[in-house]
Nanobody, 122 residues
Framework: DVQLQASGGGLVQAGGSLRLSCAASGFTFDDYAVGWFRQAPGKEREVISCISSSYGMTHYADSVKGRFTISSDNAKNTVFLQMNSLKPEDTAIYYC???????????????WGQGTQVTVSS
């Protein structure tokens, strides 16, 4: 059973940092890539970053490029998202989900989990 659990969110001031973790089970990073998505109030869910260890690929949305860094610990089946220079517009619920190995921004299924809230105050 594919499951992913995002954690590490919280309340931070603008300019601060947070590190999110995504613990995956039921698959390995040879089966799927992992993407980070976020959904702000009143907005659609969007992919912001993804990593495909098998293809040596990472992807960042323009809105987070240069501020966020995605990485993975394959031995622990965990993906991280280091978020620096946070802005109020980064406020959202952050989710991780399995994505395609060859196109890591493309969602596979709908294995969302609970997500983790990130709130950035101005």
């Amino acid at each position: 059973d594919v499951q992913l659990q995002a954690s590490g969110g919280g309340l931070v001031q603008a300019g601060g940092s947070l590190r999110l973790s995504c613990a995956a089970s039921g698959f390995t990073f040879d089966d799927y890539a992992v993407g980070w998505f976020r959904q702000a109030p009143g907005k659609e869910r969007e992919v912001i970053s993804c990593i495909s260890s098998s293809y040596g690929m990472t992807h960042y949305a323009d809105s987070v490029k240069g501020r966020f860094t995605i990485s993975s610990d394959n031995a622990k089946n965990t993906v991280f998202l280091q978020m620096n220079s946070l802005k109020p517009e980064d406020t959202a619920i952050y989710y991780c989900a399995p994505t395609r190995l060859s196109s890591c921004a493309e969602l596979v299924g709908a294995h969302w989990g609970q997500g983790t809230q990130v709130t950035v105050s101005s």
